[in-house]
């Protein structure tokens, strides 16, 4: 099946800083989604991004679907922004079902 | 518009106990979506619905798993005969469907927390 890998598995950061996550995928993906898992456990969508770029206020992602990568952009770092960041892929045209990455643990300190 | 909730949100049950776990998707979404995720580890994707078919259960751990969406809205995932090994989160999603690009947009619910003793 399809590997994704995450990186850095960990990142400790100082309020304020800016910070880049990284999703590889082995195959050709029909979707790529983004999302923030916060201390309470809920998965909130962030970017659906199968190729591109997009921006969200502080938050932004790219997507070069012919080199099987994607990138979280995350400016300004903020407490709130802690949590674990996973990138999801689809492979099938009709069935969506996802395949998680390994994701990014983030600490943001005051 | 209300999001994906599911209940109950935490639930205990003793080894060999059966239990239900139920989803309400976002209003008019057609797929449906259940995974699991154990501590510390990602999502992993059990089962898939679209309306009421399930077009997809691959996922799904055992025999002890079963999934239905009846009415094609509310599901409910059952575990017979539960094990510790069941114990971990699970999730459920709904989607538009129907492949059209972003609204292929997965949104999850809160989640169950099955704890196995």
């Known amino acids: 099946g399809i590997q994704v890998e995450q990186s850095p598995p960990d990142l400790i950061l100082q309020e304020g800083a800016n910070s880049t996550l990284r999703c590889n995928f082995s195959d050709s993906v029909n979707n790529l989604q983004w999302f923030h898992q916060n201390p309470w456990g809920q998965l909130i969508n962030l970017f659906y991004?199968?190729?591109g770029t997009k921006q969200n206020g502080r938050l932004s992602a790219t997507t070069v679907a012919t080199e099987r990568y994607s990138l979280l952009y995350i400016s300004s770092s903020q407490t709130t922004d802690s949590g674990v960041y996973f990138c999801?892929?689809?492979?099938?045209?009709?069935?969506?079902?996802?395949?998680f990455g390994t994701g990014t643990r983030l600490t943001i300190i005051p | 518009g209300a999001g994906v909730s599911q209940s109950p949100r935490y639930k205990v049950a003793k080894r060999g106990q059966d239990v239900a776990l139920r989803c309400d998707p976002i209003s008019g979404h057609v797929s449906l979506f259940w995974y699991q995720q154990a501590l510390g580890q990602g999502p992993e994707f059990l089962t898939y619905?679209?309306?009421?078919?399930?077009?997809?259960k691959s996922g799904l751990p055992s025999d002890r798993f079963f999934a239905e969406r009846p009415e094609g809205s509310v599901s409910t995932l059952k575990i017979q005969r539960t094990q510790q090994e069941d114990s971990a989160v699970y999730l459920c999603?709904?989607?538009?469907?129907?492949?059209?690009?972003?609204?292929?947009?997965?949104?999850f619910g809160p989640g169950t927390r099955l704890t196995v003793l």
């Open positions: 999801a892929v689809d492979l099938d045209f009709g069935n969506e079902k996802l395949t």
């Open positions: 999603a709904s989607s538009w469907g129907l492949a059209l690009n972003v609204r292929d947009t997965q949104y």
């Open positions: 619905f679209q309306n009421e078919a399930q077009l997809d």
């Open positions: 991004i199968p190729s």
